[in-house]
């Protein structure tokens, strides 16, 4: 597996260059392009990794999974009221299908989605930011995980589509809390740095049926784990989710920080990373890794 990594970083590297650092947020338009990283996780607990695998980043729309999951738990169906379960089939950052789908979100990976999303978490805990750094923090196995806040506060700043999606929806009935509050915890929860080794670990149940093994944890039941990859698998990469599930045919969710993170079922949790995005918003890099990995490794849930 060594081996097998290691050829595809020297594969992929020579695509830094063709790509774009997200700078709409302008804390994240410094990042060194030239990165990459790429990690492993077992259902066994075995760990593979190359590059630079425990550089840490910024998540971004990673952290949505993971909101996504903790309101899961407490609301169950009765989520699904506020945002829906479909491809949106436009930018992560749209807002023309609010405007006439009264204010309910496709889907919980689309900004909007996240978005209610993290209403329903803020209607629930009294810190929402830290009830999520905790749930993080528990899943990954390190207790070292902070946010920045550098990133946060700049696209507090810049939050001018995001706050409007979020005032639209709150027209329509959609949003339940103070827009700003919760936008100040959707950007903190979007500004958690972690690795590739750190994401590869949090994101193993998804891949063991819910269940995350180094913290001992049914995280959600088997049955919303599957589901839970359904929507990765539709809706995980935004505009570009038909094209990754015919280039890599995994559920995956990619963040504008260049990360990744796919699920291969009841085997692997996989993390890739390099800054440089498409103009979907996806890190360029990364996908070719998991296309070049899917391909080597037979691993496509397609066949
Ligand atoms: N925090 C970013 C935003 O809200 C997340 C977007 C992303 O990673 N696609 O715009």
Not at 70 to 91: C, I, T
Not at 139 to 163: C, H, I, M, W
């Amino acid at each position: 597996m060594d081996e097998l990594l290691h050829s595809i970083e020297q594969k992929v590297r020579p695509l830094i260059g063709a790509g774009k650092v997200a700078d709409y947020i302008p804390a994240l338009a410094n990042v060194d392009p030239n990165q990459f990283g790429i990690a492993i996780y077992s259902n066994s607990g075995e760990l593979f990794h190359t590059g630079q695998a425990d550089t840490e980043f910024s998540i971004q729309s990673i952290s949505k999974v993971f909101s996504l999951t903790l309101a899961m738990k407490h609301y169950g169906e009765d989520m699904w009221q506020r945002v829906g379960r479909e491809p949106s089939g436009n930018p992560f950052n749209s807002l023309v299908q609010l405007e006439y789908e009264a204010g309910i979100p496709r889907n919980p990976f689309i900004n909007a989605g996240a978005l209610v999303v993290s209403d329903m978490n803020q209607s629930r805990f009294a810190s929402p930011h830290y009830a999520m750094r905790e749930y993080i923090r528990r899943l990954s196995g390190n207790q070292g995980l902070t946010s920045d806040k550098t990133v946060s506060n700049s696209e507090y700043e810049f939050r001018a589509r995001n706050a409007s999606m979020a005032y639209l929806m709150k027209a329509f009935g959609n949003f339940h809390n103070d827009v700003e509050d919760v936008l100040h915890n959707y950007f903190d929860n979007c500004a958690m740095r972690m690795s590739c080794i750190d994401l590869a670990k949090a994101f193993s149940f998804l891949a063991n049926k819910g269940y995350c093994q180094h913290s001992g944890e049914q995280v959600i039941s088997a049955r919303e784990a599957k589901q839970v990859n359904g929507l990765l698998a539709t809706s995980g990469l935004y505009d570009e989710a038909g094209n990754f599930a015919y280039r890599v045919g995994l559920p995956g969710k990619s963040g504008v920080g260049g990360g990744i993170v796919a699920i291969v079922p009841n085997r692997f949790s996989v993390c890739v990373w390099s800054p440089e995005l498409n103009t979907s918003g996806n890190s360029l890099a990364g996908i070719a890794a998991l296309e070049a990995l899917s391909d080597s490794i037979g691993w496509s849930v397609f066949g």
